[in-house]
């Protein structure tokens, strides 16, 4: 894989879904707030749609959009669910205690030292419950990073056939990874989340300026989103078509020539 021509083609392509076209950049900034129609136009690029197609057929992008986000849902599901789960046992911990009681709030500080002395034994339920905590919280990362192998490919796969159950067809997917190959498949997965890093920091720096911060922050992240999320797309379609099955070539060689027949 040529990861240096995809990141070009990718931003190249991100650059002339917007640059000089005010009005599809603002029509598409715009529809974020409709979430599911720019998860439509996703879907859109996904299938390899070259250049950028034009916002339309809204009906079409909800849809796809809609389905898109469940595929998403069902992707994240098990993340969520064991982040919850580990959150439960300390949460129902402190509030059996009465931590987050309107008199442990109003307590001073040598108020809640003598009340912590009293209640020993909620030092070492805590320890337990902070311990499992973390142990899920670990859990989940890992679970998160193998959905993430999965999951970028699938949402793609998805797009492809216009079918929801396809998106978890892991056997294929699998296969799909081996025919681009693991390390570039790794390769193109950490060049992604780091573009993303980048992209999220540039965001956050402006979230520390006093007062107008936040909303700086929220301007440019209006304006930058449209375009970061044609590059993430395409650079998803390109990565999903380095493992496409190439159609058999047929050998010039057939022993029959045209003017015999």
Known sequence: MDFGSMLDDSFAYAKEGVWERWTRWIILILIMIIFPLILGYMVRIYRGEKPAPEPGDWWALFVDGLKLLVVQIVYLAPVILLVILAFIPLISTLVTAGV??????????SQMERWLDSHPELISQLLVTGGFMVLLLLVAVIL???????????????ARTRSISEAFNFSAILAHISRIGWINYIIALIAITIIG?????????????????????????????????LFSARFSALVYEAGEEKPPQLSGQTGISPDSL
């Open 100 to 109: 987050f009681s309107e008199s442990f709030s109003s307590m001073s500080d």
């Open 197 to 229: 890093y980048i992209f999220s920091m540039i965001l956050n720096f402006f979230s520390f300026i006093p007062i107008v911060g936040i909303f700086i922050e929220l301007f440019v992240m209006g304006i930058l989103y449209v375009p970061f999320t």
């Open 144 to 158: 998160a990073i193998i959905i993430t192998f999965f999951s970028f490919l699938g949402v793609v796969r998805f």
